[in-house]
């Protein structure tokens, strides 16, 4: 049975944030506080965290950054809008910590990714992606949907030249690639019905990082090891 870790949530205090205080005990994971930009250090704590989780924004990483690296704690990174270079960023300290950061803190984004491997090969097949998600979605493409077109091309060699993003309403995500052939369809969909599964994927991902020597891990590892 995994012990009982004690975490940090970096934007707590936000949608996701409550979704991981929701679902940490269900994980073995027990939240002690937050990082904000009101609350920007561990020191105040009155207990060591094992690790922190990050669901804020990009431009509050470099402050999550220096606390873990300060305090010598692994980090998983569910923060969507990175640049290449703030991602370049999070690579370099994760040759001090263990840190997992993942587009999508989804294990069934794992499996669809892994059905699209079937893909690779095939001929006579355009790829188009069709993502959903609510009315107040920041980026688009959204960040999962830039991981599936991404790792689509890496996994089978082909890639997914059209992204079409619709944004409306409350829907939590939905995302969907269509292998167009002269006399088929092939879909592959993966739809998200409540923000508790990224927050219990991230919780997961705590208990199999804290494990882990430094290094810049995804979700698929985990699913490998």
């Not at 699209?116 to 097949?125: C, D, H, P, V």
């Not at 167009?180 to 208990?207: I, K, Y």
Request: net charge neutral.
């Amino acid at each position: 049975m995994s012990r009982t870790l004690k975490v940090v949530v970096a934007g707590l205090t936000g949608r996701m944030g409550q979704e991981v205080l929701r679902v940490a005990p269900q994980h073995a994971c027990q939240v002690i506080g937050g990082l904000s930009r009101t609350q920007s250090s561990l020191a105040a704590l009155s207990e060591r965290p094992d690790l922190v989780i990050d669901f804020s924004l990009p431009e509050f990483t470099p402050q999550v950054l220096r606390e873990c690296l300060s305090h010598k704690l692994a980090l998983v990174s569910g923060v969507t809008g990175y640049s290449t270079e703030e991602l370049q960023v999070l690579r370099q300290a994760s040759q001090e910590i263990p840190l997992l950061w993942s587009a999508n803190m989804s294990l069934g984004i794992q499996i669809m990714l892994r059905a699209l491997e079937a893909l690779r090969g095939t001929e006579g097949y355009d790829l188009a992606m069709e993502e959903i998600h609510h009315n107040q979605k920041r980026d688009a493409p959204s960040g999962t949907a830039k991981l599936i077109r991404d790792e689509t091309e890496k996994r089978t060699g082909r890639r997914i030249e059209q992204i079409h993003s619709l944004r409306g309403g409350g829907v939590v995500g939905v995302h969907r690639v269509l292998a167009l052939g002269p006399n088929e369809t092939l879909t592959f969909e993966h739809a998200a019905q409540d923000r508790g599964v990224f927050a219990s994927g991230a919780c997961r991902a705590a208990q199999w990082l804290v494990q882990q020597k430094p290094g810049f891990y995804s979700l698929g590892d985990l699913l490998r090891s």
